[in-house]
DNA sequence: CTGAAAGCGCTTACAG
DNA sequence: CTGAAAGCGCTTACAG
């Protein structure tokens, strides 16, 4: 058995309450009981008991994450920024799966409310109303990365979809592309589908480029997707000199077919990827694409959460910077 | 506020022993007073405070996990298999990245001691021996996964990784090459990297087929150090026509150094990866590697690490099962 | 400067 | 079938 404060007040001839007192770096005793007890705590080993202490101070200093797919590069690193910045904040972190399951998320705040952590942050999920009023029954902050949401107090940090999908689309139009195609999220996804078809076809109007409906497919994010998708805008025979895809999965998957139809990437077809995931920089040809700071807006939200646990306050929305990085994947038309 | 067990069991007009009861199914109620505390329950929304109950039982249902690199695709996949267990085992897991520094390690551990985990994964990483005296202090089950130990009581699962390495090399040398480049993880690494090479060596040694020093040359697991050796294998001008690299992320490297040199792969060159991550599959070619079963290994730790933690007795190790996954980047030759 | 005591939200003998 | 009480390992007024 670990010892515990009991041990080793009665070992350092002192109450508990003076030992709670040290450890606590509190006022109130000699230098002289200080030493005493300090030399006692290390002699045993003694670590004081958080749960103990978390069930007095009514925090636990320990944040729960939802992430629809931890396993995914995408959430793995939102996982890596918020871990950090809790680890340098002294908050510990509970993963939880949500496989974007509506009844396992509810089960996941369900147990992250009994565990009762401080604080949630909600990762690259739309956060639905049954979702809502659990956190609001449970009474504590959240906040959203990689996500957005109207509520009330619920504050998100994301890039803006349509703003990057817009300079991603005018980026292969300054290239000289005027016929280009689309490989978009999930259908209807209202936080990373439409705004980035939107964001996609308001670069065409402003460039003067009539946008057309068969030079959109869709995917749902992942490579078996976006290759199926670019097989599907073949089919189409459009002619198109250049395509952004709303992933660099899916665009990764552009690059996969393209291989195995024999068509060379730049030289006659660009590709532009949105999120610069790791692999981005592994393929052959490196992939172009837009840049999200997935690192940074984990930590940021992370930041946000543990800033509402402590100050009690509301914290404010946070539009990350995206940018695009240049590889090889587009060339210009001359 | 939160209702407490206090609050039910006034309002339901019972003693909170009684509601205690009807909570945990124990028995000593009557039907009557059962439907009226559970009913009191659902009224107020009540939900027990796990941490009181961690208290008492000194049990807190969560576990902890230690990563060197949580966003890697290799630890990802790990977490997600560890995650799923524990989840359907109703337990709750806490990451701790620990930046494969000691320091840092040995901080993760004292906060899991003082959150009071009922046990730890300890994930490919060395067990080393501070590490293993504070988890003897700790007096928690400890289980290893993708690593290895000697110490009593911390059993592992993993792959052998000296018989997949040598497996991996016996595929190229069935496929009729003979001049086979190795690219090695870290440098005198025991798990991952020692075994491997050695698997390589054997496997030519026994087909003999000479072993060369200069045919080696070593990375650090990542896609950046594959690029590297490859570069400096390639400056040796060995004319090699196969190499097997020890993780997927260095084989990609080596695809990336030979399409910029124009090196065709696998009419010029054969490629072997190991690992099996996502990406194998997404790159061109699709790389043909040594399939790790990441998923059931976090899964099956999370087992062994479960059962410790409720009979008390110590797990067995377990070697999981790798498998060749052919796939294009290796070509028979004639 | 120091300790006895109440209390955090529960569980679990013990007594009835 | 039910409740009063002790106790888990701590913190925090309160009294001295």
Redesign the interface.
């Known amino acids: 058995m670990?010892p515990t404060i009991k041990d080793v007040a009665k070992k350092a001839n002192v109450s508990i309450a003076t030992v709670s007192r040290v450890l606590n770096n509190l006022t109130g005793y000699s230098d002289k009981t200080k030493q005493k007890v300090l030399r006692t705590i290390e002699e045993m080993?003694y670590?004081?008991?958080?749960?103990?202490r978390?069930?007095i101070n009514k925090r636990?200093r320990?944040i729960g994450v939802l992430f629809p797919?931890?396993?995914?590069?995408f959430?793995?690193?939102l996982?890596?920024g918020i871990?950090?910045f809790a680890?340098n904040h002294?908050y510990?972190?509970?993963?939880?799966?949500t496989d974007e399951d509506g009844k396992?998320t509810l089960k996941?705040l369900?147990?992250?409310?009994?565990?009762?952590v401080d604080g949630i942050v909600f990762a690259s999920e739309l956060l639905k109303d049954e979702y809502y009023k659990v956190l609001e029954?449970?009474?504590i902050p959240v906040v959203l990365v990689s996500s957005e949401t109207n509520y009330p107090g619920v504050p998100y940090v994301k890039v803006d979809d349509r703003v990057a999908a817009y300079e991603a689309t005018e980026y292969l139009i300054h290239k000289g592309h005027k016929r280009i195609a689309m490989i978009g999220g999930t259908k209807g996804d209202p936080i990373a589908g439409v705004p980035r078809v939107e964001g996609y076809m308001k670069a065409l109007k402003d460039h003067g480029i009539p946008c057309m409906e068969e030079y959109i497919a869709y995917g749902d994010f992942g490579?078996a997707s976006g290759c199926s998708a670019m097989e599907e805008l073949l089919k189409r025979s459009l002619d198109f000199t250049a395509v952004f895809a709303a992933s660099d999965?899916m665009a990764?998957?552009v690059?996969?077919v393209a291989?195995r139809r024999g068509i060379r990437v730049p030289d006659e077809l660009s590709v532009i990827g949105y999120d610069n995931v790791?692999?981005a920089?592994?393929?052959?040809?490196?992939l172009t694409t837009v840049n999200q700071p997935l690192?940074e807006m984990g930590s940021n939200a992370c930041e946000k959460l543990i800033d509402m646990i402590e100050t009690g306050k509301i914290s404010q929305n946070s539009i990350a910077q995206h940018h695009i990085v240049e590889r090889q994947t587009v060339r210009a038309l001359d």
Do not use: D, W
């Open positions: 670990n080993g670590q004081p008991n958080m749960i103990a978390g069930l636990t320990t797919n931890v396993s995914s590069s959430s793995s690193a996982l890596h871990e950090e680890y002294n510990s972190v509970v993963v939880c799966n396992r996941c369900q147990v992250l409310r009994e565990k009762q029954a449970i009474q490579f999965e990764i998957g690059l996969s291989a790791e692999l920089e592994m393929v052959v040809p490196p690192n």
